[in-house]
């Protein structure tokens, strides 16, 4: 038996390209027991390892294939971020680059600048970019030639150096060094002899280019990963402490748990806890994406980070740290970018061997174009363009920063993806699977219908009604209680009350003995029903709803009818998921009546009622049988065996902790309206990966011919593969712009 496995997280430095990330997963999952993960986008490796091994020996198998690596600092130490910018290297790279380059350039373009001496000024502009511009190019090849490998740095330095070192060899021993000597710019092969061409333009222009698009690709990593960086800041920095009675102000990272804090109107709540004292109106918009403020009192619990928008708080710190919600939701979207999907996968092993076969295409050009006579200028032509436009970069940010964008616009609008291979089951999904108590109706109880007996006013039945059940702590109770004080205000007081177990409750309210309960309570006080009251009754129980019988002074007055309502949302959801070409199916182990009454009201045709918790799972199993691919949305304990099961598992965040555990998608807002958008959203991550990666390789399939062929001029190679890399994470940075379908959310 295996000793179990710990897992950690490695910051790894160094890497430049897809094919670096393949290496290194390669040298550490060679390790017995290892499985690891390398995410060139994130720069960071998730790492599965046994007692066997320690953090220090993952890190030693790192540094020994040539990168660094070490473990990430913690999300709150975030004051460094821009002292390590790594843009600031490459931008400072880049500008020398271009200020140097575009004369090279110009002059290798436009004969009438070809001045006497013009191919020395030229050498002179060139050499500081060949040399220390591309300077983590040549490193990084260098690094990765001493462990035996080649990545897409191998193409850049090998047709960089090659350029600069034929361009010399022209200037002191050809003839490219004469007085006078001029060149046309041409995009093909020129038959001429190879000793009067110089490609200063090519070695500096490429370097500027190739610069150029790893400037932009990690400018727009960083702005990809983004909406993480910021669902970490959302958070309080100091915080009111009640020490021995008087408030003391500390860091929020010295919080702990029971430390009871003062929340005043307009701050934000330093952590996840419970309202010891004071009343108030938080806006949970942060968290939750609602506008409407809720109002909390004594007893209820609140969530770091929301703003308490009404009276002063006080506050009894229940989770700290890594363990608040705020914590956690960073944490999925960090899981999730960190993950890896089946298409980048196959991406990165093709980019682990597509250099070895480049560096072998472009010899391979050169040899034929030499043994076909063509001359030495047209051959190495050839063959750098093949070296240039193969770097398959774009093939290497695909993926990663498509799920960065995809995954950190989610956590924006409330929808925490906790993996890439979710974004896969997404597309195929046919049918989904709704849980109904909490997930399409509310999962309270409410006071929905009042039937009075003939000649007895309503507002009496509820006055009497609800000033009895005011004093019961049973659900059904309060619906009522709440639902009576919303139609008629404030509640008579009670005397004598008296909780029946299992029957009701009875009480005096003002001259009236009054009875609130089931049939037999009534019963054993000999109070009959009058016809209408009883139809009322029975009509609401073929319903599956609750039927509350009321009598005072001897006589039945009314019936209150109490259900679990269904969510305003709901039906405009479920018509969102059939936009969407999913099959509703409502799943339950309520009664069919109460199942069915609540599936004609929001649209679902399809019912599976009477289940119990254990069943739910065989129910998603039987689906799956029938050949459908199962989505399950539900919000409780009873729910978590069936989310694991289902394909899909989307789990309402207003739920149980273990249901959002066992879930691939969290639903932060409590609304199925949010199901419809998490889909939506996976689908156009998904479509986003798969055009990324189709560019990148119609790119370099299409490309490697023409430059084979000699039709490629290098300088334009480079151009075109700076270019691919930024179209890629352009494309990726769209998704920035989903917008839910609910005008509610932003």
């Not at 001045?115 to 970019?129: D, I, K």
């Not at 896969?424 to 709704?434: A, H, K």
């Not at 990148?696 to 001029?713: I, K």
Request: proline fraction near 3%; charged fraction near 20%.
């Amino acid at each position: 038996m295996s000793s179990p496995a710990s897992e950690i997280e490695l910051s790894i430095g160094g890497m430049t390209c897809a094919s670096c990330a393949a290496r290194i997963e390669r040298k550490l999952n060679k390790l017995d027991g290892v499985q690891a993960t390398v995410n060139y986008a994130t720069e960071k490796a998730r790492v599965s390892f046994p007692e066997s091994l320690t953090a220090e020996d993952l890190v030693k198998v790192v540094e020994n294939t040539g990168y660094t690596a070490e473990l990430p600092a913690p999300p709150q130490v975030d004051t460094q971020v821009e002292e390590a910018d790594p843009t600031r290297s490459l931008r400072q790279r880049l500008i020398a680059s271009v200020v140097l380059t575009v004369p090279v350039i110009a002059m290798a373009m436009i004969p009438a600048l070809q001045f006497t001496y013009w191919q020395w000024l030229s050498l002179t502009l060139a050499a500081p970019v060949v040399v220390w511009a591309a300077w983590p190019f040549h490193k990084a090849a260098w690094t990765n030639l001493r462990h035996g490998a080649a990545t897409m740095d191998t193409l850049i330095s090998i047709g960089v150096g090659a350029a600069f070192l034929w361009s010399l060899y022209a200037l002191f021993f050809g003839t490219a060094g004469v007085p006078g000597m001029t060149h046309g710019f041409e995009l093909t092969v020129q038959r001429t002899a190879g000793s009067g061409n110089i490609y200063l333009e090519v070695a500096a222009g490429v370097t500027t280019f190739i610069l150029a698009g790893r400037y932009f690709e990690a400018r727009s990593k960083r702005r990809a990963g983004a909406a993480l960086r910021a669902l970490l800041e959302l958070g309080a920095k100091d915080v009111a402490v009640l020490r021995d009675g008087r408030e003391e102000r500390i860091s929020v990272d010295e919080l702990r748990v029971g430390d009871r804090f003062v929340v005043r109107p307009g701050e934000k709540i330093a952590t996840d806890g419970v309202v010891d004292e004071g009343s108030s109106a938080v806006d949970m918009s942060m968290i939750t994406g609602e506008s409407v403020p809720v109002e909390v009192t004594t007893g209820d619990s609140v969530v770091g980070a929301t703003v308490n928008a009404g009276g002063r708080l006080v506050v009894r710190a229940t989770r700290v740290g890594a363990d608040t919600q705020l914590a956690q939701m960073a944490k999925l979207v960090e899981d999730a970018q960190n993950g890896k999907a089946e298409v980048q996968r196959l991406a990165d092993r093709i980019s682990a061997v597509f250099v070895p076969i480049v560096i072998a295409l472009s010899v391979g050009t050169l040899a034929f174009w030499l043994g076909a006579g063509t001359g030495a200028t047209a051959a190495f032509t050839a063959a750098v363009a093949v070296l240039i436009i193969a770097c398959p970069c774009a093939l290497g940010l695909a993926t990663p920063t498509a799920l960065l964008v995809g995954t950190g616009r989610g956590a924006q609008l409330g929808i925490l993806i906790k993996g890439p291979e979710v974004l896969e089951s997404t597309r195929r999904v046919d049918t989904v699977v709704l849980d109904k108590t909490g997930t399409v109706t509310s999962g309270q109880m409410s006071l929905v219908e009042v039937h009075a007996a003939n000649g007895i006013d309503e507002e009496q039945v509820l006055r009497l009604a609800g000033a009895l059940e005011h004093a019961s702590e049973h659900p059904i109770a309060k619906a009522i209680a709440a639902g009576a004080a919303d139609r008629v205000g404030e509640l008579p007081e009670v005397e004598g009350f008296q909780n029946l177990e299992g029957l009701g409750v009875q009480g005096v309210v003002g001259e009236h003995a009054v009875l609130v309960g089931r049939a037999r309570l009534l019963e054993e006080w000999s109070v009959r029903l009058g016809e209408d009251l009883a139809t009322a009754k029975k009509e609401a129980e073929d319903k599956g709803r609750t039927a509350v019988l009321v009598a005072w002074d001897g006589e039945a007055r009314g019936v209150l009818v109490v259900a679990d309502t269904v969510k305003l949302t709901s039906a405009e959801a479920i018509a969102g998921l059939r936009g969407l070409g999913l099959r509703p199916v409502l799943l339950t182990g309520d009664n069919e009546a109460v199942a069915k009454a609540v599936a004609a009201e929001v649209g679902i045709d399809e019912v599976i009622a009477e289940v119990l918790p254990k069943d739910k799972v065989e129910v998603v199993k039987r689906l799956q049988a029938e050949g459908r691919v199962v989505a399950m949305v539900g919000d409780g304990v009873n729910d978590a065996a069936a989310l694991a099961q289902a394909d899909l598992g989307l789990a309402m965040g207003t739920g149980t902790d273990v249901a959002i555990e066992a879930s691939d998608l969290t639903l932060v807002r409590g609304d199925l309206r949010a199901a419809v958008d998490a889909i939506r959203l996976s689908r156009r991550t998904l479509a986003t990966i798969k055009g990324n990666l189709f560019w990148a390789f119609a790119y370099n399939v299409a490309a490697l011919p023409l430059a084979a062929l000699g039709l490629l001029n290098p300088m334009i190679a480079g151009a075109a593969m700076a270019f691919s890399s930024v179209f890629v994470v352009s494309n990726s940075l769209r998704l920035r712009g989903f917008r839910s379908a609910n005008k509610q959310t932003v």
